[in-house]
C-alpha cells in the first residue's frame, strides 16, 4: 500500500490543491487518482492565474471566447468550467462509490464579491447549476459577509467549499451557518445532506505576521491551531444537535486543511501533512507536497479527537510570547481576501492580454 493510500485508510482523503489543462490532457491526474489515491481537487485565482499565464492550453479558447464578445470574468469561468468538468467526471465513480461524500472539485466565486452576500449566494447557484455536475463544490469565504450567503447556499442546495477560515472561532462559525442550512431543509423537508467541507488554512500561521518568536515555537502555532480546530469539529459533531441530524440523514460538513505545502525551505516538506492526519478530515495539497508524501511520508499517530492539554498549554505559551491568536486569525483572514482580489484581478489581466497578444498574431 503507498503511502498516501494509508492516509485513506486512516479515514483522511488526499486531494489535490491544482489543476490545469496540462494535468488533464497529459493523464497525470488520472495517474494522481490510480497510483496516490488522489480522491478530489481544489482550485483557487492564484492556481489558474499561473496556469494560463505559464502554457498555450488555454490561447485557442481565450480567442474564440474574446472573439465572440466575452468580457475577462466569463472566459475565465468558461476556461475553469471545462477543466473542473473534465476533473469531476474523472472523480465521478469515487463521488458514486462513496454515496456523494468524497470525489469533488471546486471553483471559487468572484473574490470581489467577498464582502456582498447576496450576489455571491445569486453567482454560487448559477456557476453550480453552469458546471453542470453533482461533485462541484462552490467555494465561498468564510468572513462575516460570507457566512450569510454560505447559508444561503447550503439551504438552496448547493454543495459549498467554505474557504479562508483560520481560527478555530472562524471554523465555528462557518459550521454554524452550515447547520442552520441543514435544519432549515430538515424543516422544509427537503434532502437533509448537501455536500460541504469547511477549508482551514494552516501553514500561513507561521509568516511573518506571527512576528518575531522563540526558536522552540518556530513553525508550530499552525499545527496547535489545528489541533485546537479539530477537537471542536468533534466535539460539534458529537453534540446532540448534529447526532439529532444524523439520525434523519445529514451529513457532516468535513473539515478540510489547506495550505499545508511547507514555506520554509529548512522545515519538512510533508511537515504538515505528517502532523494532520485524522479521520473524517480531507488535506489538500499543492502538487510538490503530494510527491513529497507519496515519496518518503509517514504517519506515527492521528489527531486527538479532544483537545490535550500539552497543546492547550502549547497555545498559552504563544499568547505569553505576544501572540492574539484570534486577533492573527482575523488579520490572515483579511490578508487572504485581499491575496484573492489580487490575485483574480491579476488573472483578468493575464486573460486581456492573452486576448490581445493572440489579435495581434
Known amino acids: 500500500m503507498n503511502r498516501t493510500a494509508k492516509l485513506g485508510r486512516i479515514g483522511q482523503s488526499v486531494w489535490l490543491d491544482n489543476i490545469t489543462r496540462d494535468l488533464l490532457t497529459s493523464g497525470t491526474l488520472e495517474r494522481y487518482i490510480t497510483d496516490l489515491s488522489v480522491t478530489g481537487l481544489t482550485s483557487n485565482p492564484s492556481i489558474y492565474d499561473k496556469a494560463i499565464g505559464g502554457t498555450e492550453a488555454y490561447d485557442e479558447p481565450i480567442e474564440r471566447l ?73 467555494k465561498i469565504p468564510g468572513t462575516t459577509a460570507g457566512l450569510g450567503a454560505i447559508e444561503a447556499t447550503v439551504f438552496a442546495g448547493v454543495p459549498v467549499n467554505v474557504t479562508l477560515l483560520f481560527s478555530t472561532e472562524q471554523y465555528l462559525a462557518a459550521a454554524e451557518a452550515y447547520t442552520r442550512a441543514i435544519e432549515r431543509r430538515v424543516d422544509a423537508g427537503l434532502d437533509p445532506y448537501v455536500a460541504s467541507v469547511a477549508s482551514v488554512f494552516v501553514s500561513r500561521w507561521d509568516g511573518p505576521a506571527a512576528g518575531d518568536l522563540p526558536a522552540d515555537l518556530r513553525l508550530k502555532l499552525g499545527i496547535a491551531t489545528a489541533h485546537k ?15 439529532r441530524l444524523l439520525n434523519v440523514g445529514a451529513r457532516p460538513q468535513r473539515l478540510l486543511w489547506a495550505s499545508t505545502g511547507t514555506k520554509d525551505p529548512n522545515a519538512s516538506d510533508v511537515l504538515y501533512v505528517e502532523a494532520l492526519a485524522a479521520p473524517l478530515t480531507v488535506n489538500t495539497m499543492p502538487e510538490a507536497t503530494l510527491l513529497a508524501y507519496a515519496d518518503h511520508g509517514t504517519v506515527s499517530e492521528t489527531l486527538a479527537a479532544g483537545s490535550t492539554r500539552q497543546n492547550e498549554a502549547l497555545l498559552a505559551r504563544f499568547e505569553a510570547a505576544g501572540v492574539d491568536i484570534v486577533k492573527l486569525g482575523d488579520l490572515l483572514q483579511q490578508q487572504g481576501v485581499e491575496a484573492f482580489a489580487k490575485a483574480w484581478q491579476s488573472l483578468l489581466a493575464r486573460i486581456h492580454e492573452k486576448a490581445a497578444a493572440i489579435s495581434a498574431r
Open 66 to 138: 474574446a472573439a465572440a464578445g466575452s468580457d475577462g470574468e466569463n472566459i475565465f469561468f468558461e476556461l475553469a468550467l471545462d477543466d473542473l468538468r473534465q476533473a469531476a467526471d474523472l472523480f465521478r465513480p469515487i463521488h458514486q462509490r462513496t454515496g456523494g461524500v468524497d470525489g469533488f472539485v471546486s471553483l471559487e466565486v468572484s473574490p470581489l464579491l467577498a464582502n456582498d452576500a447576496a450576489t455571491t449566494a445569486s453567482e454560487a447557484k448559477r456557476l453550480h447549476a453552469l458546471g453542470g455536475r453533482p461533485n462541484l463544490l462552490i
Open 229 to 243: 480546530t479539530y477537537a471542536a469539529y468533534r466535539t460539534l459533531l458529537e453534540s446532540d444537535r448534529w447526532q
